[in-house]
Structure formats: structure tokens, C-alpha cells
């Protein structure tokens, strides 16, 4: 569910041909393999890197998952990035550099801030069987805290906001009236919306901020799209609410946010802002450098070639 970007993602950078989106604009996800899993990556796109400062979007499952087999995504680094890690069905068990060793389940966030750098890994938990189905997402971390400490949250429980037609779960920022506890180091959203069968709902939105939706089970319709898993829908800036509909029970995620001015780099598991500093993440991981430190996990540490601009 953490996952390298490669260059069937989208290139290291933004591409310079920027069409202006539709009101809706539908962008299928790529299927890619992360560990034992299939995934829907629904971000980055060429077309599509950011929304907000979250620049990763994988929609995994619903798969079999057993006690001794699951995601089992063995010790990776990550730096300039938090993953937000939520569940539908299943259970996994995080672990990471910082010592943390979590399992989580549906309705619960698990939140690991990288700064400048750690190492997690993301396993069976040794009891649960059953189906595993969930996101993992990517948050870009602003210059402020990018190469400061990493940091591991994890949060039991959030806020709910019942509003007609929609149960939303606030996951990370402020909506509906309230705010979830998870730290934030931009001005982004991302909310759980739960839709009945033949549901009709307006849901709040902030002009300053772009959103995207992400369908996880069912279906929704927006101004016409219909948006089924498997893509990314884009509504751009500019609103200040948007109606939702729905034929049949639907949990879909609200991604939104400020647009993410700098330019980002993405390669591997790296989010930066040079090509330089992804090779010298790349170079302290294979060196096993003291940078990322290590990870108690029974699986095994996952290796990276040099990135395609370093010459061989
Ligand atoms: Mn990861």
C-alpha cells in the first residue's frame, strides 16, 4: 500500500502541458503490484500529481488476506512525505524506525510524518483472515518541516459529522464543523464520505482549495460523471459546495487542499525538491547509512537501483 512512484506513474517532474481540467475531469488509475497486492493508483498521474499537497493516492483490495500472508511490505525509507494509511475491511500492522509497532484497523488513521527520513514496513498481523481493503495516501510536506524529525501518530477513533444524505468521517483537516487530531503541516482535507443507497447530498468545500474524489466501494454521480473505483474524479478550485448522488451504498474519500506551489520531485519512495537530494536518499538506503536507522520486522529490507537520470 506504500509504493514506489515509477515513470508508468508519471515522470520525476511536471510535465509542461497543463490543460485546463472540466468541471469533473475522470482519470483512470493504473493497476501496479506493492508487495503481494494489486493496487489502484489513482495518483500521481501524468496528468494528475497533486491535489492539494497530496501527491499518492493507492486503493488497494478488497483481497484474501491470512494470518501469515498479507500486504507484506518489507522495511522501505521514505522522506518529505506522511502516509495516511485507512481501512475499509482487515487489519494491518505497521512498523517503523521510531520504534512504533501499530496495528490498525477500519476507522482508525495511522499517520507517519518522514521529514527527512525512516524506515517502516507493513505486515500480516499474525490473526487476522479475512478480506483487506483500504488506501494508503501521500501528503508532500511543506519546506518547514520536509528535513525536520519524523513522527508516527496513530488515531483510535475520529470525528464524525452526520449531515443529510452523507456520514462523513474527518480523517485529516477541518470539515463539517470539526477537525481531526491528526497532525497537518498544510492546509489540506481528506474526509470519508458514506452514502445510503439512492443518496442526494451537497457537500461543503472551500474555494481556496482543489479536491479530488476517490471512490472505494459503489458508485457516486457528480454533475453527471459517474465515478466508480478504479479513478481519480478532479473538480478543480473554485467551489464552495458540490452535489453528490448516489444509486447504491457508496464510501468514497474526499481528498482537498491548498494547490501545492513548490514543485515537487517523486521517485521511489522519495518526495524532494532536487534530483540530488532523491540520490543522496537513495545512496544512504542501499549504504545502510545511519540516516533511516532500521526497522524490527521479520521481512526483508527492500533494495533500489540508482534513479534513470544518474549514469551508470
Ligand atoms: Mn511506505
Given at each position: 500500500m506504500s509504493g514506489p512512484i515509477t515513470d508508468q506513474d508519471a515522470g520525476p517532474q511536471r510535465?509542461?502541458?497543463?490543460?485546463?481540467?472540466?468541471?469533473?475531469e475522470l482519470t483512470e488509475s493504473r493497476i501496479a503490484t506493492v508487495g503481494d497486492m494489486q493496487v489502484r493508483r489513482a495518483l500521481p498521474r501524468r496528468r494528475r500529481r497533486?491535489?492539494?499537497?497530496?501527491?499518492?493516492?493507492?486503493?488497494?483490495g478488497p483481497a484474501a488476506v491470512t494470518e501469515d500472508q498479507g500486504i507484506d511490505i518489507g522495511p522501505h525509507p521514505h522522506i518529505g512525505l506522511q502516509t495516511v494509511t485507512w481501512l475499509l475491511s482487515g487489519e494491518v500492522l505497521h512498523h517503523d524506525s521510531l520504534g512504533?509497532?501499530?496495528?490498525?484497523?477500519?476507522?482508525?488513521?495511522?499517520?507517519?510524518?518522514?521529514?527527512r527520513g525512516v524506515v517502516h514496513a507493513e505486515e500480516h498481523t499474525g490473526k487476522f483472515r479475512g478480506d483487506l481493503h483500504g488506501v494508503q495516501l501521500w501528503v508532500a510536506q511543506p519546506e518547514g518541516t520536509r528535513n525536520g524529525d519524523?513522527?508516527?501518530?496513530?488515531?483510535?477513533?475520529?470525528?464524525?459529522?452526520?449531515?443529510?444524505?452523507?456520514?462523513?468521517?474527518?480523517?485529516?483537516?477541518?470539515?463539517?464543523?470539526?477537525?481531526?487530531?491528526?497532525?497537518?503541516?498544510?492546509?489540506?482535507?481528506?474526509?470519508?464520505?458514506?452514502?445510503?443507497?439512492?443518496?442526494?447530498?451537497?457537500?461543503?468545500?472551500?474555494?481556496?482549495?482543489?479536491?479530488?474524489?476517490?471512490?472505494?466501494?459503489?458508485?457516486?454521480?457528480?454533475?453527471?460523471?459517474?465515478?466508480?473505483?478504479?479513478?481519480?474524479?478532479?473538480?478543480?478550485?473554485?467551489?464552495?459546495?458540490?452535489?453528490?448522488?448516489?444509486?447504491?451504498?457508496?464510501?468514497?474519500?474526499?481528498?482537498?487542499?491548498?494547490?501545492?506551489?513548490?514543485?515537487?520531485?517523486?521517485?521511489?519512495?522519495f518526495v524532494a525538491r532536487t534530483k540530488d537530494e532523491i540520490v543522496e536518499a537513495q545512496r544512504s538506503w542501499m549504504a545502510d547509512d545511519t540516516r533511516f536507522g532500521s526497522v524490527n520486522s521479520s521481512l526483508s529490507r527492500i533494495p533500489v537501483g540508482s534513479p534513470p537520470w544518474v549514469a551508470k
Open positions: 510535465e509542461s502541458c497543463h490543460p485546463d481540467p472540466p468541471e469533473v497533486t491535489v492539494g499537497a497530496w501527491c499518492f493516492v493507492d486503493h488497494m512504533s509497532e501499530q496495528i490498525i484497523r477500519p476507522g482508525q488513521l495511522n499517520l507517519m510524518t518522514a521529514g519524523p513522527d508516527f501518530e496513530h488515531h483510535g477513533e475520529l470525528p464524525q459529522v452526520d449531515l443529510p444524505g452523507v456520514d462523513a468521517t474527518v480523517v485529516v483537516g477541518e470539515f463539517g464543523g470539526v477537525e481531526s487530531p491528526a497532525r497537518r503541516d498544510t492546509d489540506h482535507v481528506g474526509v470519508q464520505l458514506e452514502f445510503g443507497a439512492g443518496a442526494s447530498a451537497s457537500i461543503e468545500m472551500k474555494p481556496s482549495f482543489e479536491y479530488a474524489v476517490v471512490v472505494m466501494d459503489g458508485s457516486v454521480s457528480i454533475e453527471g460523471s459517474d465515478i466508480t473505483p478504479g479513478h481519480l474524479a478532479y473538480l478543480g478550485e473554485g467551489r464552495d459546495e458540490c452535489g453528490f448522488s448516489t444509486t447504491e451504498h457508496t464510501r468514497a474519500l474526499l481528498i482537498g487542499g491548498v494547490p501545492f506551489e513548490d514543485p515537487i520531485i517523486m521517485w521511489w519512495n
